[in-house]
């Protein structure tokens, strides 16, 4: 039987975070949407709300120390003790090496690991307190590397080291620590993919199914699945791992 408990997923406006509050509040939990845009998020809050769960939208830039710690405190203060956090917060500044500028390689390194960073450091808390919690932070298939994508792939390489460094200081408190890497999924963030490269969306879809076993692409409810497992009581004994969900097999 599970508990309700207090969930946080960053860049939860839209989405594979807006895709994966949803599983989570369906699964019984309070959820805390946090997203740069809070109209965006309390659009998500209250979908949440007229489906009969509990959730609030919070305007935070995760790559803040400031605005990290009162987006927590406000969680806290109106849902409870967060004991599960979902580290999906993520932008793109995609370009060859040659072309990338250092803007382009701070700021995706500020949103992705500095950001993850500062939501769990200040999630921690609750938990080691609670004795209990969940982590899922959001890797990719381009962490194996992608061309165009140099700052991107690293962060997203780093956030397994960072998930598994997590597993092992935070185990004792019954805190678990996972990574879900996805491969190809339909959302903003690959529609932009496609235009970056010159190809209508629909064409980008069609050749990137034809290019996975399953033969489709991803949808975020798919991330969404997983997530909520590895959230739930029962992966209690799973943490520390990298899982591909990219419809075929990835290392």
Not at 222 to 227: C, G, R, V
Request: aromatic share 6%; with cysteine; proline share 2%.
């Amino acid at each position: 039987m599970s508990t309700s408990r207090v969930a946080v997923v960053t860049g939860a406006a839209r989405g594979i975070g807006a895709a994966t509050a949803r599983r989570l509040a369906k699964d019984g939990n309070a959820v805390a949407i946090l997203d740069l845009d809070e109209a965006a998020c309390v659009e998500v809050a209250e979908a949440i709300a007229a489906e009969g769960g509990r959730a609030i939208g919070v305007g935070c830039d995760v790559a803040s120390a400031e605005q990290v710690e009162a987006a927590v405190a406000r969680v806290a203060s109106e849902l409870g003790a967060p004991t599960i956090l979902v580290n999906n917060a993520g932008i793109i500044r995609d370009n060859l090496l040659f072309k990338m500028t250092e803007g382009d390689w701070d700021s995706v390194m500020a949103v992705h690991l500095k950001g993850a960073f500062l939501m769990t450091k200040a999630c921690q808390a609750h938990m080691t307190a609670e004795k209990y919690g969940r982590i899922v932070n959001l890797s990719s298939s381009s962490a194996q590397g992608n061309r165009g994508q140099a700052n991107y792939s690293a962060a997203k390489a780093g956030l397994q080291g960072f998930t598994k460094t997590l597993a092992i200081e935070l185990g004792k408190f019954g805190v678990t620590a996972n990574a879900v890497a996805p491969g190809f999924i339909q959302t903003d963030m690959t529609a932009a993919t496609a235009e970056r490269i010159g190809m209508e969306f629909d064409k980008f879809i069609e050749y990137s199914a034809s290019q996975i076993p399953v033969q489709r692409v991803g949808q975020p409810e798919d991330i969404a699945a997983t997530i909520s497992f590895l959230c739930s009581e029962e992966a209690g004994f799973v943490s520390g791992q990298v899982i591909y969900v990219a419809g075929g097999p990835l290392d």
